[in-house]
């Protein structure tokens, strides 16, 4: 017999059944991964949306968190320059009276280097006695006849 025919016969005297068999399992592993592929994929594709819905949950209250602190800041620096301008009008005030710096600053336990510093954000015209509506000063400002001279 020639060489090709010894062949032939070889490969078709090895076992067709286990060939077979080996191949239907091997169609089965496939159809099983691409099963599972299909099903992680489909539960991914549900979850999609609740991601990019939790994103733009998040981007939202991120940009509410933002603005709030904006806002607490700019309230925070507004509280600040008016009780620098009060601190400054009242340094003003006892200068007027003829108080020095040195001893404002010893009656208050704080340093002329930070009097000086209040001093600026003092307002540009005096402080009359009117608008503080102190009772103690002529005229009992806003609140005339609580204690002042009417």
């Known amino acids: 017999m020639a060489r090709w025919c010894l062949q032939r016969l070889r490969f078709w005297s090895v076992n067709i059944r286990s060939k077979s068999e080996a191949r239907r399992k091997v169609r089965e592993a496939q159809s099983r991964a691409n099963e599972d592929r299909v ?8 979850a999609r949306p609740h991601r990019w819905l939790a994103r733009g949950r998040l ?7 933002a603005e709030w602190i904006a806002q607490v800041r700019a309230e925070g620096d507004r509280r600040r320059q008016e009780q620098r301008a009060e601190s400054g009008a009242a340094i003003t005030r006892l200068q007027g ?3 020095s710096l040195q001893t404002i600053a010893a009656l208050s336990d704080m340093s002329v280097a930070e009097l000086r510093a209040l001093l600026k954000y003092a307002p540009a015209e005096p402080v009359s006695a009117r608008e503080t509506g102190g009772p103690h000063m002529r005229g ?7 204690g002042g001279i009417a």
């Open 59 to 65: 981007a939202v209250i991120d940009q509410w968190e």
């Open 39 to 46: 099903a992680v994929s489909a539960t991914m594709s549900k």
């Open 140 to 146: 009992g400002g806003a609140r005339s006849g609580v």
């Open 97 to 99: 009276r003829g108080e």
